[in-house]
């Protein structure tokens, strides 16, 4: 298996997202009566923003609307349960594309080959070893924002996905986080089913290779195509946006250094 090459990823210091799950984490608030206006206050996002047709989200923003919201419900799990509960389908594309395939490690690869069409700072990353599949998840991003709770929610609801698309319920063998944890190990452990380890080097999702040639039950490789051509589609307006954006920067950066001007 293969995954999205290095040079294919977008680098730029205004990451854009969907706000998956952002939208997730609103409308987990809004069904536990929590008050979500002072989170999306002091994340600087509105409700419009969150909405399914909107333009997306700075991937910095999301990141601080999870945190800030796991603190208002002081819920140190909070990703953890947003993933456990969301409609797998409020995924979009990523989801079709996986339920389309034909098995796991086809779903797997469109996951890597299109995260970008949800998410430009996740670079999935496939590779086997001694009878295992290892996911590796990479961010590409710059800034200093705690990711601990969307790192746990995309863990769940990728392995959901799978879980639901395959229609089996099999677990990872283990997985790894770079962020450290002290509190809630033995629910974290409940919760994905296998061990983890915290503080590590990267964020990772070890599958025994036997899941990888599980079929997908609703797998059509019609609609596959189809799908493939839209995320193909939506891919090349993102790097095209990424490319226009760069060049604002540019433009901005060569017009301001003479008068003294500082980013605030």
Known sequence: M????QSEVPQSPFLWTRGIAARETLRYLDRNGVDAEPVLLRAELSRGQLSQDSGGISVASQHRFLEFAAIETNDSLLGLHVAAEMDLRDAGI???????????????EHLARYAGT???AVHLEISQYKGETVLTVRP????????????EFIALAVI????????RDFAPLRMTFAHPRNLALREIHRILR???EFAQTTDSWVLPQRVMELPITSG???????????ADDLLSERRTATGLRG????????????????KQ
Not at 248 to 259: D, G, R
Request: contains cysteine; negative net charge; proline residues 6%.
């Open 140 to 151: 590409i991003d710059e800034h200093d924002e705690p990711r601990q709770q969307f790192s």
């Open 2 to 5: 293969t995954s999205v090459p």
């Open 94 to 108: 990523l989801f079709y594309l996986a339920a389309a395939s034909a098995t796991v490690a086809d779903a797997l």
């Open 247 to 262: 060049l604002v920067e540019n433009q901005s950066s060569a017009c301001f250094p003479a008068a003294g001007y500082k």
């Open 194 to 196: 296998c061990p983890v």
């Open 160 to 167: 959901r996905a799978l879980n639901k698309a395959t229609n």
């Open 118 to 120: 949800a998410n430009e």
């Open 220 to 230: 059509d490789s019609h609609l596959l195509h189809i799908l493939e051509a839209h």
